[in-house]
């Protein structure tokens, strides 16, 4: 082993923490190493008890347990880098040092710490920790002691849990060292040659915090590299000294040291909280590719999960308080009336979609492979894995720019807000009559309202739409996902949303949902209202139905006796047929009353697909007067090329989707059962259980197969692994008019589908390259070059739907304006 041929400069700095100092001295004594070393240990102008105590821990170890090194006593306090290079200087003076470790006074380090680290033979290296703010900090099951009683020494701690879980870690980990950008400084071990090239700390970061981030820059700049040991652990209370600091204080030196790094590198200092999804992944995706599963594996993957779960949730619901108290100091700077009951006139804040559902399929699918017994997963799992690992780590990036972005727009309108003065009195008259107005049902709430929808009707421009307005808690809803599509083709055109209901709710007639968006909440059992929306109607001129579901109601009614209206019906689908499916025969004949209403006599009859728009024209013939848009509705943000090799003569299978009765499951999974060993599987849906207790036993068992769950931003980059995606859908006129987005996102990424009919919407027009499923499961499978020029033959589709949905959009909005 090179350790015993090494000699390391161990640098310790101590500043009013003599008691966990005198911890980490005995832990150097006590704890078996081969590594010859010295300490230089530096006190940086403790208070004269604190100085007194170091002093005697250092000289006794010196004493009687022949610890090598000297004892520095400053006058002044140097700060973390000042202090730190007392002790680099010392030890370069002696010739025989080969390495330098800077190492925390409030550490306690574990058996052959220093040995490993020696051994890996690295330019600058660092062990794991309890306490660390980049991806050397880790989960931890034990718990050592408690801190307030450190006075009491090495016996009021549980010592034999910390050795059990160092020794537990190396044998999980062995041999995991990885790249990094950025070490910890609480423990870090440099070869003399680093040290002598790039220099020591830089002092002008006083007295401590972004000394590290800077000396890490230099070392990279120098062409050295650092990495991690992810085998090696050592404990970290955290923060021992410059916790003795006033939090004050310390908080205005951390933003003056950033300010220092970021004008002295001329880069913007960058958030590691992102880092903490970096240790997972890399210690999950290791133990997942290790031939031998340890305890500790599934074990520390519950402590990842458990604390990203309360990172996250405990980001969100910051991001959310402050998105509030922005909005309220907002709307205390209103001063009418108006605007106090009915809202603020601009949009709400955009918010994220929450990161715990991505969490918790990360989480169950590393479960699931570390309670396979056996091999390692294959190296194409781990590259996927790996994917969404790093998509979370950047999404968790994001949530931490947009919370610290709010954070100081809030402290910045907290500032700027006027000094409390007395009121005048026409703002205690608003103020009054705003208490008032919280009540709906109030006269005042009931006066303003009228008021607004008074302003509407004077507009005179609007449209108005029958459908329930498209709120966040809906978005993921396919019908509203449309719903929203539309309504953002009018972003400056003032909307009215007809939300119609069969019976009375304790919510106000008219209230603001946008910028430029109103809905009312109508109840067919008020006459009254269903002349507002006449009248609305006969103003704007203008009113769009979202499916024939929309229509038969009195209020929709009432709309549509406006002389000279433009009105639309936005077919959805075919509405009056699924009815009949379901036995509903009264429905059906409704409907189908309604759709030939429109097809008569509507300006405008939107469809999905053109397919869609030749079924309407076959069923009514020469009653369709109205004119056709075809305007399929998707949200197309990536795509990948088609060139992607076999997995050892195996393509990659995919299906994205649920575990509805139209899916088709139980084909799915015979297909997969047949033709098992022909291809990898991935189902990817939300219902995961469900979707494996479907497939047969010896399917569940077999390591080809795969069930897991993942959000859009994830599958995103699985299709860019995979070669075949399911779309099973029965031969039925419901399917030969629809559009189906999953079938555009597999074109859009190169993925040939499989079906049992080609019939749906107009792919099969366009002439979509397929496999059929039956020839699938008897492993008739296109070769991987054949697979690639079908998948680039059906690329070509996806931008004729990319060109159609830009011209039926195009289309629309000149028949509305």
């Not at 650092?226 to 955290?238: E, F, K, L, N, Q």
Request: proline share 4%; hydrophobic share 40%; glycine share 6%.
């Amino acid at each position: 082993m090179n350790s015993k041929k090494a000699r390391v400069g161990i640098v310790i700095v101590t500043f009013n923490s003599a008691e966990v100092f005198a911890l980490a001295i005995e832990s150097l004594i006590k704890t078996r190493s081969d590594t010859e070393f010295v300490v230089a240990a530096i006190d940086n102008a403790s208070r004269p008890a604190e100085r007194a105590a170091v002093q005697a821990t250092f000289e006794n170890a010196v004493a009687q347990h022949g610890l090598q090194g000297k004892f520095f006593q400053q006058d002044k306090n140097l700060g973390f880098s000042g202090g730190n290079n007392v002790g680099i200087e010392y030890c370069l003076s002696d010739p025989a040092i080969t390495h330098i470790c800077l190492l925390n006074s409030d550490v306690i380090v574990t058996d052959h710490w220093l040995d490993y680290l020696v051994a890996a033979d690295k330019d600058a290296i660092g062990p794991l920790t309890n306490a660390s703010n980049n991806e050397q900090g880790i989960p931890i099951p034990y718990h050592l002691g408690d801190r307030n009683r450190l006075g009491e020494g090495s016996a009021a701690l549980d010592m034999p849990v910390l050795t059990e879980f160092a020794i537990r870690r190396r044998e999980g980990w062995l041999g995991l060292t990885v790249d990094s950008d950025f070490l910890s400084y609480y423990c870090v071990l440099f070869s003399r040659e680093l040290i002598e090239h790039v220099g020591t700390l830089d002092e002008r970061f006083f007295p401590g915090a972004y000394e590290d981030d800077d000396h890490c820059v230099r070392i990279l700049e120098a062409g050295f590299k650092m990495h991690v040991a992810r085998d090696v652990y050592i404990h970290h209370w955290g923060s021992a000294s410059f916790g003795k600091l006033d939090v004050v204080e310390a908080q205005g030196f951390a933003a003056q040291n950033r300010a220092r790094f970021e004008e002295k590198h001329g880069r913007a200092w960058q958030d590691r909280t992102r880092l903490s999804v970096t240790a997972w992944m890399q210690d999950s995706l290791f133990a997942i590719a290790s031939p031998k599963r340890f305890p500790i594996h599934l074990e520390t993957h519950h402590l990842y999960a458990r604390q990203m779960r309360t990172l996250v949730a405990g980001l969100e619901d910051y991001s959310k308080h402050l998105s509030g108290e922005i909005a309220r100091i907002q709307a205390e700077g209103l001063t009418d009336l108006r605007s106090l009951v009915m809202g603020r006139h601009v949009d709400e804040r955009a918010s994220a979609a929450s990161l715990l559902p991505v969490i918790n399929s990360i989480d169950a699918d590393i479960e699931q492979y570390l309670s396979t017994d056996g091999e390692g997963v294959a190296p194409e799992i781990v590259q996927r894995m790996t994917v969404r690992f790093e998509s979370l780590a950047h999404e968790l990036s994001a949530l931490v720019a947009r919370t610290s972005g709010m954070a100081r727009e809030l402290t910045a309108m907290q500032a700027a807000k006027p000094q409390d003065k007395p009121l005048g009195l026409m703002q205690r008259v608003i103020n009054r009559l705003a208490r008032a107005a919280q009540f709906p049902t109030s006269k005042v709430s009931r006066l303003v309202r009228g008021y607004e929808l008074l302003q509407l009707m004077l507009h005179g421009e609007g449209i108005l739409f029958f459908a329930p307005y498209p709120t966040k808690e809906r978005e993921r809803d396919g019908y509203f996902q449309r719903v929203k599509a539309i309504d953002s083709l009018f972003p400056t055109t003032h909307r009215v949303y007809c939300d119609v209901r069969g019976h009375p709710e304790a919510k106000p007639f008219i209230e603001r949902a946008a910028h430029n968006a109103w809905v009312l909440n109508i109840s067919l059992q008020s006459v009254n209202q269903c002349r507002v929306v006449a009248l609305l109607a006969r103003r704007f001129k203008r009113v769009y139905f979202h499916s024939v579901l929309r229509m038969p109601n009195a209020a929709a009614e009432a709309a549509l006796r406006v002389p000279g209206l433009k009105w639309v019906l936005d077919v959805h689908g075919v509405v009056p047929e699924e009815f009949r499916m379901h036995n509903d025969f009264f429905s059906a004949r409704i409907h189908d009353d309604c759709e030939r209403t429109a097809v008569e006599k509507a300006s405008r009859v939107i469809v999905v697909s053109q397919a869609m728009g030749n079924y309407l024209a076959h069923k009514y013939r020469e009653l369709l007067r109205a004119k056709v848009i075809v305007l399929p509705i998707f949200a197309l943000e990536e795509g990948s090329e088609a060139v992607r090799p076999y997995k050892d003569g195996r393509p990659t299978v995919i299906y994205a989707g649920g575990t509805q009765k139209w899916q088709n499951v139980p084909a799915m999974m015979n297909v997969v059962a047949r033709a098992l060993e022909h291809a990898d599987w991935w189902m990817y849906t939300p219902d995961v259980d469900v979707m494996r207790n479907a497939a047969a036993p010896e399917v569940q068992s077999h390591p080809n197969f795969h069930v897991a769950s993942a959000t859009r931003a994830e599958l995103n980059e699985v299709y860019q692994h995979c070669h075949f995606g399911f779309i099973l859908r029965d031969d039925m006129v419901v399917n030969h008019v629809s559009c189906p987005t999953k079938l555009i996102e597999y074109l859009a990424f190169g993925i040939v589908p499989i079906v049992d009919t080609p019939n749906i919407g107009d792919f099969n027009t366009y002439g979509m390259r397929f496999v059929n499923v039956e020839d699938f499961a008897k492993g008739l499978i296109p070769d991987a070059a054949t697979r690639m020029e079908m998948a680039a033959h059906n690329r070509a589709i996806c931008e004729r739907l990319v060109e159609q949905k830009a011209t039926g959009e195009k289309e629309l909005i000149e028949a509305l304006t």
